[in-house]
Structures are given as C-alpha cells and as structure tokens.
C-alpha cells in the first residue's frame, strides 16, 4: 500500500510539473495555482496513506488478536474436552426377577463402554449424546459390585455400580426357606414323637411280658409248692403206723397234717378236722 501511494505522489507531482511548465507562463498567477494544488494533492495522499497505514496497522492487530483468541479458545476446548470427559450411572440397580440388571448411564459422545472384568467381551457405543445402555446377570443372591470402563480419544474413565437382587424375588425365596425349614421341624417333631411312642410301647411290652413272666413264675412256684405240700403229708400219713379206732371213732390225720380222730364223715365242728382242710384218705 505504500509503494502505491509513493508512486501515486510521484505521479502528480510530475504531471503538475509538466502542466506548470509547458502551459503556463512563468510567474504567472495559474502557475502557482498548479503548484498549490500539488501541494493540496500530496498532503492528501499523505493524509490517506496514513489513514491506510493506521488501518492495517488496526487490522492486523485484530487479526492477531482473532488468531490468539482460537488459539486460547481451541486450547481450552481441549481442555474442556479433557474434563469434561465422565463416567456417570447410579449408585446401585435392582435386578429384575429374571436376575438382569438394565445399567444406564451418560458418558462422552461416542465413547465405548465395557466392564472391567470379563463378565462379558461385549462392549458398546455411546450415542451422539453419551446415552449408553448395558445388561449385567446376576448370578447369586448377595449384592455384587460392577466396575465399569469408558474410553475416547485415548482418554480413559472407571466406575463403580451396585447390582442388588430383585428383593420381591428374595422375599420369596426367604419364605420358601422359612417354610421348608418349617416342614423340615415338623417332620423331625412327628418322627420324635413317633420313636417316643414306639419306645413306649415297646417298654410297656417289656413291662407286660416281665409282669405276665413273673406271675407264672409264682403260680408256678406256688403250684410246685402246694405239690410238696401235699407230696409230703402223703408221705407222713403213709410213714405214720396206724392207731386202732378207739370207741370215738378212727384215729388219723387232717390234710394241713394236724392229728385228728372221731368220725370222718361227721359234719360241721363235730368233724374234728373242721378248718384244718378235711382228711386225708
């Protein structure tokens, strides 16, 4: 822009010179104009070259102002980019009866999501808005933890997740244990009972046998001693020599082995073996 105004300058300066001279009389009053107006004309352009040289001089400052500016704003958007880069997805999930557990979460744009152990090889995308979606089956009935891991652009983000069992379904494995354990004591109860009884009877029988054992013992003993009873007084009055009749009747022996005398066959207190339990023949 400079060289242009110079040249511009050198260019009127010459033409004026050249009308001045060849045109006009020396001294004249219209030379002088001439040359009044190159001088108005130089100022001008002097007045505009400057203008023109602020006005860059402003533009480029601008311009370098601008290109700072992206280079501040494209540095914090990395920046930002870097921290705002997140994980996000609640504290604890309850599995459903079916023992799956939906995991809903947010993350960076497109970032790929994976569990951190090998649960599972299945890794998903995020969507245009970080939404992520992904399906964890619990295998037991105790509360386990998830850790997950989000990655983008060689950025890396873990979480942590609780994974509780579907607490109706626990309910109601609670209540089938209690009610199995319920009719496992009952059956134990009726079995006691049940070998309690036979115990029972079978010691009552024992008892019974003993008892009916014990009796046939004494009918037996009683039986065998009434047999010695007899057997020896048979042979008493047998071994005894007998006496003549005297003239109350005939002399001998009641059955108890008391001597007795008068006549057998008399009846009542006249029978002198009355309540010593008859003769013995």
């Known amino acids: 822009m ?5 040249l511009a300058s050198l260019s009127t300066f010459f033409f004026v010179s050249y ?7 020396p001294h004249s009053a ?5 040359w009044l107006l190159t001088g ?8 505009m070259t ?3 040289s602020k006005t860059e001089a402003a533009t480029k400052k601008e311009a370098t102002k601008t290109e700072v500016k992206k280079k501040k704003t494209s540095s914090s958007d990395t920046a930002n980019k870097k921290q705002k880069f997140k994980l996000v997805v609640p504290a604890e999930i309850e599995a459903d009866a ?7 979460g947010t993350t960076s744009p497109n970032a790929k999501i994976r569990f951190a152990k090998k649960e599972t090889s299945k890794t998903i995308k995020a969507d245009k808005k970080g939404n992520f979606k992904l399906v964890y089956h619990l295998t037991t009935d105790q509360a386990k933890k998830i850790k997950l891991i989000a990655t983008s652009n060689h950025q890396k983000k873990t979480t942590t997740v609780t994974i509780q069992p579907n607490a109706k379904k626990v309910a109601e494995k609670a209540q089938q244990l209690e009610a199995q354990k319920q009719a496992e004591a009952q059956r134990q109860a009726e079995a006691q009972a049940a070998e309690a009884q ?4 079978a010691q009552a029988a024992a008892q019974e046998a003993q008892r009916q054992a014990e009796a046939q013992r004494q009918a037996e003993a009683q039986a065998a001693e009434a047999q010695r009873q007899a057997e020896a007084q048979t042979a008493e009055v047998t071994q005894t020599p007998q006496q003549a009749p005297n003239a109350g009747g005939i002399t001998g022996y009641c059955k108890d082995g008391a001597p007795a005398s008068g006549d057998p066959s008399a009846r ?3 029978n002198s073996c009355y309540g010593h339990g008859g003769w013995v023949r």
Request: hydrophobic share 50%.
């Open 2 to 6: 400079n060289i242009f105004v110079l």
């Open 19 to 25: 009308l001045a001279k060849h045109t006009v009389a």
């Open 30 to 34: 219209k030379r002088m104009n001439y």
């Open 40 to 47: 108005l004309t130089l100022l001008v352009i002097g007045f």
């Open 50 to 52: 400057l203008g023109v």
């Open 98 to 104: 079916n023992d799956s557990a939906e995991i809903k």
């Open 198 to 201: 036979r115990q029972a009877e």
């Open 268 to 270: 009542g207190k006249a």
